[in-house]
């Protein structure tokens, strides 16, 4: 007799090729996406439910329910399309485009393709019926007078603002919200008896109760009272709202670990290989709380045996549980200065799966060969017992090879010798990264110091040393050989791709170089070492900050996709994230894939299909870019407080962006950036040069550069914009700022 989750018991019209994948996914399977996609296809004309339905084969209330759950489910992701007619149709991608919507402040907006391209332009009348991050379905009706290509809307897929935070004020009786998030321009608008008790200067949360139209402002109510913008933590506090960013655990999830202990139970230890006799070690940064991988590594007679072992989240997390559902849900770890919002719960994070000093640990690991030359010779994962001999720090490390400090050495002594094989195999790497032509740029990034009442004390830079760039060889080596198994073992899996730059970008970027008398190799489609060649030949230049710059604005964003694609700037045919998955999504995917294969099962019976992989990839690269603009933003907040008691203060900068209405300052040592407006400058006309990078006086000749040193007065601080605008210093400026500084030392 079979059961009602055998797929043999479902008796479709269609035989489906992924039914056991289904049937393990779900008590009572129905038509997989695939299938449903196939039928649509092979029909005349768009289908009601009711017909699609009867072509599947599909009867009773609760298989037609799962049909019909399945189906707003490919809508939102923009597989099929319900016209007005209420009936279901594929998607034409030659004449329709699915993506998501990208707000701007100044109330248009554009539209980031699903399937990858230059973002399409909405006007502000398309946007007024538009949140950021909504997902639609557009169409090109032609060119605006900018010449980018301008879509109309046709469907609204998915409403993904909820809610909004922002300052609530009152005008003539009406109260609204102007949103913290300046990717959203809509006021919202809060009836009286929506207020909750809120008062005019508040920071409040509003949840939207009705959406926006073209003939309608979006309204919303108050559900929380967040306080005094000014208040110690506020800018973090209003970043987790304004970004939507779950902070909560579910009582699911609570639920599912209220079983879990600090130690690893014997039962779990059984069936693994036993690495505790390796002297393994983690890297990290002072700060770092959760330990994904360590790493070992020893001689062999042609080269070198390397040993990462990554955390063994998959063994914790199941697919489909509560906690995989809020993982995928947050897509990774936000890091916030002194907080973080982990992508998995504390138990987990910083107990059960972070490779803490003298604990027994389960570890997925990677065991590679390595030729002399660095060249990665064959791996193999398996499932590993592992017991860390040493949490290290980055400064230690450089401390012990780079320094050679005996106190540092002597302390320890026992693991001196295997540090220095990392070492050497580092430098192997090292050069065997310059031979393939992968990237490195030198870019400068900083970080913040509290003091007391979490008042910035001061922004110091964050120096790399080699310590850094040794875990991030052996981690790329291990994602590479990760990558190059799941692709021989044919198991769906989500890859790290790269695109190379676009042919407008390598047009604008030589028409750049030319000016500068340099010249980029490889023709239409330049290669990574085309790059290298160029980064090695600037090297010492008065303007290689400057160069290296527009270098890197040359390339695109690397994302999360199962394309077969490579990684450009790492010069990699293939590449993927496997050694993070204690905060990142995508490597606890990986890690699934991997579990897959040494199980022994099949291609087809892996719990995701390629499609799968698809939508997955598309969300983990959006709660990425979610993360860096929460991060960012509230970076950005935090550098405005600290310049609030600057004013009139004289700092010296570097041209770190040129625009049409003026060009941003960083101010050197204290890495925050401000704007000098072209409406500051001397009188004249300025023309802005944007191959050029440059704004130059049509009278006086004067040329603001990027990558130009300058000096600058802090004229303004707006906290509630994050902006601050800065005037150049003249002689005269300068000089009286010298004397006011003279007098008041007396």
């Not at 018991?9 to 039914?19: L, M, Q, S, T, V």
């Amino acid at each position: 007799m079979t059961s009602p989750s055998d797929p043999k018991a479902r008796n479709f019209k269609y035989k489906d090729p992924y039914a056991e994948r289904e049937a393990e996914k779900y008590p009572l399977p129905i038509p997989s996406r695939e299938l449903i996609l196939q039928v649509l296809g092979e029909q005349a004309a768009p289908l009601k439910f009711e017909e699609l339905a009867d072509l599947l084969g599909i009867r009773g209330d609760d298989d037609l329910e799962a049909l019909r759950r399945r189906l707003s489910a490919m809508e939102r992701d923009g597989q099929l399309l319900r016209n007005r007619l209420d009936c279901y149709c594929l998607i034409d991608h030659k004449d329709l485009i699915v993506g998501r919507v990208i707000g701007h402040s100044e109330g248009f907006g554009f539209l980031r393709p699903d399937e990858g391209g230059d973002d399409l332009f909405l006007s502000p009348k398309e946007m007024r019926a538009l949140m950021h991050d909504d997902r639609v379905v557009v169409h090109v009706r032609g060119m605006d007078r900018r010449g980018r290509k301008e879509a109309a809307v046709v469907e609204v897929l998915a409403r993904n603002t909820e809610q909004v935070v922002g300052r609530l004020y009152v005008e003539r009786g009406i109260a609204f919200v102007i949103p913290d998030n300046k990717h959203i321009a809509h006021e919202i608008l809060i009836p009286e008896p929506e207020l909750a008790g809120a008062v005019p200067g508040q920071i409040v949360v509003a949840e939207l109760i009705e959406q926006p139209s073209k003939r309608a402002q979006p309204i919303g109510r108050v559900i929380e009272i967040l306080g005094a913008r000014m208040a110690p933590g506020m800018e973090i506090e209003i970043a987790l709202r304004a970004y939507e960013l779950p902070r909560q655990w579910p009582q699911a999830v609570i639920d599912e670990i209220a079983g879990l202990e600090g130690q690893v139970p014997e039962e779990a230890k059984q069936g693994r290989v036993d690495l505790r006799h390796l002297p393994l070690v983690t890297i990290d940064g002072e700060d770092a709380k959760d330990f994904d991988d360590a790493v070992y590594c020893e001689r062999t007679p042609k080269g070198w045996k390397l040993f990462v072992a990554i955390a063994d989240v998959s063994h914790y997390v199941a697919p489909d549980t509560a906690l995989d559902q809020e993982a995928k849900k947050r897509g990774n770890s936000v890091y916030f200065p002194e907080r973080v919002i982990p992508m998995l719960p504390e138990v987990l994070s910083n107990g059960l799966c972070s490779l803490n000093p003298d604990e027994d640990r389960l570890c997925m690991v990677c065991e590679m060969l390595i030729s002399a030359e660095g060249q990665l010779v064959r791996s193999r994962f398996y499932a590993g017992l592992m017991r860390s001999h040493a949490r290290l720090t980055y400064t230690e490390v450089a401390s012990i090879l780079v320094d050679k400090d005996r106190a540092a050495r002597k302390k320890r002594a026992g693991l001196v010798a295997h540090l220095e094989n990392l070492s050497t195999l580092y430098q192997i790497f090292r050069r065997s990264r310059e031979i393939r032509g992968a990237m490195d740029f030198d870019t400068q990034e900083s970080k913040i110091i509290f003091g007391e009442g979490k008042k910035i004390e001061k922004i110091v830079p964050l120096q790399r040393n080699d310590a850094h760039r040794l875990i991030e060889e052996c981690m790329i080596t291990a994602n590479t050989a990760a990558a190059k198994y799941l692709r021989r073992m044919k198991v769906p899996h989500v890859l790290r791709i790269h695109d190379g730059p676009s042919e407008e970008k390598v047009t604008d970027l030589r028409a750049f170089l030319g000016q500068l008398g340099l010249h980029l190799p490889g023709g239409e489609t330049p290669e990574p070492r085309d790059y290298v060649k160029l980064l090695q030949k600037i090297r010492g230049r008065p303007d290689e900050h400057l160069i290296q710059t527009v270098l890197l604005r040359s390339l695109s964003q690397a994302i999360y996709s199962p394309e077969k694609k490579g990684h450009f700037g790492l010069a990699l045919e293939a590449y993927t994230h496997f050694t993070s998955p204690i905060r990142r999504y995508p490597d606890l995917l990986v890690h699934r894939a991997i579990r897959h294969c040494l199980q022994g099962k099949k291609p087809h019976e892996f719990h995701y299909s390629v499609n799968d992989m698809v939508i997955l990839g598309e969300h983990c690269s959006f709660t990425e870019r979610r993360a860096d603009d929460a991060t960012r933003d509230v970076i950005s907040w935090l550098k405005c407080e600290y310049m609030l008691d600057k004013l009139g203060e004289e700092f010296s900068g570097i041209i770190s962006a040129v625009t049409s209405f003026g060009f941003f300052v960083e101010l050197k040592e204290i890495f925050v950036e401000g704007l000098v407006h072209v409406s500051t400058l001397a009188r004249d006309f300025f023309h802005y040069d944007p191959i050029g990078h440059r704004l130059q006086g049509k009278q006086s000749g004067m040329t603001y550069r990027l990558g130009d040193n300058v000096k600058v007065i802090v004229a303004r601080v707006d906290l509630d914009e994050r902006k601050i605008d800065f005037q150049l210093v003249t002689p005269k400026q300068a000089t009286s700022q010298r004397s006011r500084r003279r007098r008041s030392r007396r």
